[in-house]
């Protein structure tokens, strides 16, 4: 493996600037919607779960306007629980990218990164116990967890599969170089 030369350098702490400023982002984002008081986050996933039935539920916009609303209201909870665990996936995802740069085994990387997400996660549900309406849960920072080890495992599988085709590349690279392919 070569050196890495002065433009590798900049490159690799440009790439890793963007990454964290991905991540305080995300965070950000996440706070926002903590920070919403119980109707208006009510509210919100209530319009997710109607253009979720409306788009992929081909009856649904036949069905009338009580029924439509009983429905709403029976899947808000699922809507909510799956919106936390997809949202805290993303943050796991971009943690472990974060940590990536850093001289540590993956498995150290991972752990790090699953710490610090599963910690935003207790810290937002204490944020909102200060939001009118809202309340800290502590399965919301379980769900909140097991989001950000899905994120991780997700990121390290594609990682993976990226270091594998790009040996697979350079394995081909060097057969057609010497004439064999």
Avoid at 49 to 73: D, M, R, V
Avoid at 85 to 113: C, E, I, N, T
Avoid at 120 to 130: G, K, M, R, V
């Amino acid at each position: 493996m070569r050196p890495l030369r002065q433009k590798d350098k900049r490159v690799s702490r440009w790439k890793n600037l963007i990454c964290w400023i991905l991540t305080i982002l995300w965070m950000g984002m996440i706070f926002v919607f903590s920070a919403q008081n119980a109707s208006d986050s009510s509210q919100l996933s209530g319009q997710t779960a109607f253009h979720a039935a409306f788009w992929f539920w081909p009856g649904f916009s036949e069905l009338s306007t009580e029924a439509q609303a009983a429905w709403i209201e029976s899947v808000q909870f699922w809507v909510r629980k799956a919106a936390h665990f997809l949202v805290y996936g993303g943050l796991g995802a971009l943690l472990y990218g974060d940590f990536l740069l850093f001289h540590w085994s993956r498995p150290m990387k991972a752990g790090w990164a699953w710490v610090v997400g599963t910690l935003y996660a207790a810290s937002d549900e204490i944020h909102q116990l200060f939001v009118p309406g809202r309340s800290g849960q502590l399965r919301d920072v379980l769900l909140d967890s097991a989001g950000v080890a899905a994120g991780i495992l997700l990121a390290w599988a594609v990682g993976l599969l990226y270091q594998k085709a790009a040996a697979y590349a350079a394995a081909r690279r060097d057969v057609k170089g010497r004439g064999q392919l």
